[in-house]
């Protein structure tokens, strides 16, 4: 005896030695799932997910008392990992759902924070079966968890749970019933059906409310006459609602569970005796779902009411429901029907496409009704059967509107040889009916109906010979482009345009075989055609191919200003063809100039833009060369419209300081600089300053000449403008418009020294824009924006910025950035291409202009994230020196001097002047300096400065 007592005291210790490390294991583990969820990024969720999901059912103690710590980043991770083990384990199923349900049936008897026992009643609900809904029907007796215990057996779908529930209904009370109750409808329960009974003839409406709505949701005979009962007896309006709609509920879910007669009588009933409009909508919708074909009458019959949306939900219903036999009925019914019920249902027949109607609307034909024929016609278009086919071309020989709708479904009829029986029909048809028969022959390529239309073309008619063109436009044979070329030079102006538009579509169809014969083909329609609409399509067929050979006549219809957006499509097809053979860059920046001088799309606008930087040529500049201004101070927004159209919220008499913030009741406002990135002018003041509506914004330049000028100022503008020259107003338009270049003109005199122009711009709704442009008397460009430019950048080489640079980029993926370089430091050569990514990229020169030294290089690269940029620069030093060199970046930055790397800064920050300082040694000479900058997301820039050791601005040439 005393052996078997030490053993059991062994086992004892060695069971205590055991588990002791285990659930010091576990709760290490618990520790780091917690820890890896808290730093869990978005693009490893799904691996942490299945990491700490993978802790299972003895993990759950640990965490929901972990959990109780709520306000904790550890407690809200607990819950997270809890749940994940939770949902892993029910997908699972068998000992695992088993092993976690039994867990937390434990802890809801442990001494835990109520709260965290919630929380555990919403995890069994996930989980929870037999075991599960036991527990929680216990629960339905604690008034501190019987709601989420209810919740939670709601979820749970077993017979237990249902009547747990219902054990519990017997003694409750007050908004607890109305839950129990509520539940019991949601679970269906038909066992429950005898105490809602009862639970009508409770004293507290909500509870009678809540049986009523219960009853709905349970499919069960019984409780039809029981809510009938309901809606004749009720006491009140709302009672009446609830239960009509309660009814309705019911009738769709016996319908659901095979009880459709009933179901539909339901649904008749409702719809004929309610007298509520909405009740009687709904019950169109139950009745077609219970009845079918079997509610087509009734369908039919609801059409004729005097409710619109009766009407519509009827129509919708007969759409939408399927079948042959719904056809049949539909078709009977058209029997009896005359009028617009008649037109009605024929259109009903042909929107449903069933073909099991042809015979029917066949049949209608006989009947000498125009109206009706024309509808007929168009219905028997939807079926696209055969048996209707000859019954068509019949009809084509009536003339009018009927053979207009036949002519039309014999087009779209894909089956049987419509071909054969049009040309059958043709030798016999008078001209109206031939002219109806060869627009349908024309979707119906054969051989012989080819033959067809080329000899009907030839025809002296002229409606016949254009009817045959039309169709021959629609088969494109290469074997009539020699008549095409013909009839485009003689005949009636029909025929030409007709014959020219055919010739022009076999073009277009033999592009991407034969570019060759197209682009010949388009020059030579370019020489017939004697309207716009034949030279559109000439034009964009030249731009669908980009040769440069094109170009003469490209600039010859360039003449015709209603010609110019699609002249402007194709000179930047041409340059993008030239682009693409590695053509001189000046040949390609001209045509890409051109297009943007034509163009009025802001789509190929910004699309040539883009393209133009890729070629070191800021888009700016060309608005700069034709006189507009692009560099601009701005304030705003400023609240309300109206009231600034009589008064000003700045001084505009005076010069106006930039510097000096500007005191409004909404609150304070600072002017800051923006050159805008545009080629045509145009101020999206959207961008620049807000997208908003019924807003104030103000634009200030300044510019320096040597003597006094006459100009003529070109301003456009949405919506109201007032412009201010050297103080003085010179021109206002107050309405609302649509921008658009040069809209106003004004004759204005620029004096000698600094002249100022201030623009008050106001905004109604939705676009907000402006621009200004200069020129001579004469009508030559005035760069006035050159100058503005040349003060900027003298000032900021004042500073010790380094202005004169060359940018090369995106590349992408910054992190991969940040460990290897796309470019050689020590070896830049910013005449050669990189090969990178998979294409080539170019050096871009850029120069500093914005007041603050930052180079955006949003604008001046492209708007990208996760990317990064080089940006090359070159010093002259006259003699060895150690300096200082003052850096700041949004975001990581990388600084080489002559190769060597000298500064990093992995960073995420906004970029400002002098936020790093490496000390440098320049020598004398040329002194390459060369800046990685990279851009995880958002704004995207950089800056350098050059000071003495003591920080004192070292202005430095530049080559």
């Known amino acids: 005896m005393r052996w078997c007592y030490a053993i059991a005291v062994l086992c004892l210790v060695l069971f205590s030695w055991v588990s002791l490390p285990a659930q010091e294991d576990m709760e290490a583990q618990v520790k780091e799932a917690i820890k890896a969820y808290i730093e869990h990024k978005r693009e490893t969720y799904l691996e942490v997910y299945a990491k700490v999901s993978a802790l299972g059912a003895d993990a759950l103690p640990m965490l929901l008392k972990i959990a109780a710590e709520e306000n904790t980043s550890e407690g809200l991770a607990a819950k997270k990992v809890a749940e994940a083990i939770v949902h892993t384990a029910s997908a699972k199923g068998g000992k695992e759902r088993q092993s976690v349900e039994q867990r937390l049936i434990d802890a809801l008897k442990l001494e835990l924070p109520v709260d965290v026992k919630r929380f555990a009643i919403e995890l069994l609900s996930y989980c929870g079966m037999e075991a599960g809904a036991d527990a ?144 009687t909508r709904a019950a169109l919708i139950s009745l077609a779902k219970a009845l079918g074909a079997d509610a087509v009458k009734t369908l ?108 039309q479904a014999l087009s779209r009829i894909t089956e049987g040889d419509v071909s054969e029986a049009i040309l059958e029909a043709l030798p016999d048809a008078p001209e109206e009916a031939k002219v109806h028969l060869l627009r349908a022959l024309g979707y119906h390529k054969t051989d012989k109906s080819t033959q067809a239309l080329i000899e009907a073309a030839k025809d002296t008619r002229e409606a016949i010979a254009v009817a045959a063109l039309q169709a021959l436009s629609i088969q494109r044979p290469t074997e009539a482009i020699a008549l095409l070329d013909e009839l485009s030079q003689k005949g009636t102006d029909a025929v030409k345009r007709s014959a020219l538009q055919a010739y022009l579509r076999i073009a277009d169809s033999i592009r991407s075989q034969d570019e060759t014969k197209a682009l010949e083909m388009y020059h030579r329609a370019a020489q017939l055609a004697i309207h716009d609409d034949e030279r ?59 297009a943007l001088l034509l163009s009025r799309d802001r789509r190929l606008i910004e699309d040539i833009a883009d393209k133009m930087r890729s070629f070191g040529v800021a888009p700016s500049d060309v608005a700069s060369e034709r006189g507009y201004i692009t560099r601009w101070w701005f304030l705003g927004p400023i609240k309300g419209r109206d009231e600034w159209r009589d008064a000003d919220a700045i001084e505009v008499s005076n010069r106006i300081d930039v510097s000096k913030p500007v005191k409004l009741e909404q609150g304070v406002l600072r002017w800051h600089y923006r050159r805008v990135d545009d080629p045509t002018g145009h101020v999206n003041l959207e961008q620049v300053v807000s997208r908003r509506d019924f807003v104030c914004a103000y634009m200030m330049t300044e510019f320096d000449l040597d003597e006094p000028t006459e100009a003529v100022m070109l301003i456009g503008s949405d919506d109201d403008v007032f412009v201010w020259l050297n103080g003085e107003l010179v021109h206002k338009f107050v309405g609302d418009r649509g921008w658009r270049a040069d809209q106003d003109s004004v004759r204005v005199k620029l004096k000698a ?25 004469d009508g030559n460009p005035i760069d006035v924006d050159k100058r503005v430019a040349e003060k900027m950048v003298e000032a900021l080489s004042k500073m010790g910025f380094i202005v004169k640079w060359h940018l090369i980029g995106p590349f992408s993926g910054q992190d991969m950035l940040r460990e290897k370089d796309v470019i050689a430091p020590d070896a830049v050569d910013v005449n050669a291409q990189v090969i990178a990514e998979g294409r ?101 820039g950089f800056c350098v400065r050059v000071t003495d050791i003591d920080g004192n601005p070292l202005p430095l040439k530049q080559p």
């Open 136 to 279: 929680l029907g216990e629960l339905l007796n604690d008034e501190a968890l019987r709601e989420d215990a209810r919740r939670a057996l709601e979820r749970i779908p077993t017979e237990n749970a249902s009547k747990a529930i219902l054990k519990a209904l017997a003694g409750a009370k007050g908004i607890f019933k109305v839950g129990l109750i509520n539940t019991l409808g949601k679970k269906r329960y038909v066992a429950a059906v005898d105490a809602l009974v009862d639970a009508l003839k409770d004293d507290d409406e909500a509870v009678r409310i809540a049986a009523i709505e219960a009853l709905g949701r349970i499919p069960d005979r019984r409780c039809e006459p029981i809510l009938k009962a309901v809606i004749t007896q009720a006491k009140n309006e709302k009672q009446r609602r609830i239960a009509l709609d309660s009814y309705l509920r019911l009738a769709d879910n016996l319908a659901e569970v095979g009880e459709r007669k009933l179901s539909g009588e339901m649904a008749l009933w409702v719809y004929k005796e309610s007298g509520d409009l909405s009740a």
């Open 753 to 777: 020294g600094t002249n100022t122009v201030l623009l008050k711009v106001l905004n109604g709704r939705a676009q907000w824009a402006a621009s200004v442009r200069l020129l001579t008397p």
């Open 840 to 940: 080539s990229f170019r050096w871009i020169p850029h120069r500093l202009e914005s007041p603050n030294g930052v180079i955006d290089l949003l604008t001046a690269v492209a708007r990208q994230n996760n990317c990064g940029a080089y940006a090359y620069a070159e010093v002259i030093c006259e003699q060895e020196k150690e300096v200082l060199l003052k850096i700041g970046s949004d975001d990581d930055i990388f600084v080489w001097v002559n190769g060597q790397l000298v500064h990093k800064n992995i960073v995420a920050r906004a970029c400002a002047p002098d936020q790093d300082e490496v000390k440098v040694k320049l020598n004398a000479g040329v002194n390459r300096i060369l800046c990685k900058v990279l851009n995880g997301g958002g704004d995207w």
């Open 300 to 407: 039919i019959d609801a059409l004729r009411n005097d409710d619109e949306q009766i009407r519509r939900i009827a129509l919708s219903l007969l759409l939408d429901l399927r079948g042959p036999e719904v056809t049949q009925a539909l078709c009977e019914e058209l029997k009896k029907a005359d009028g617009d019920m008649r037109l009605l249902i024929v259109e009903l027949l042909g929107r449903r496409s069933d073909r099991t109607a042809t015979e029917s609307l066949l049949e209608l034909l006989k009947i000498e009704d125009e109206p009706l024929q024309v509808a007929v016609a168009r219905a028997l278009t939807s079926l696209n059967d055969p048996k209707a086919i000859k019954p068509l071309v019949q009809l084509c020989m009536r003339g009018g509107r009927v053979a207009e709708a036949a002519s």
């Open 536 to 594: 559109r399509m000439v034009l964009s067929g030249i731009a669908m191919i980009g040769d440069p050979k094109s170009l003469p006549i490209v600039e010859e219809l360039q003449k015709n200003p209603a010609l110019a957006q699609n002249c402007a499509e194709a000179y930047a097809a041409i340059a993008d063809k030239l682009a693409s053979k590695r053509a001189p860059d000046a040949e390609v920046v001209s045509l890409y100039k051109r």
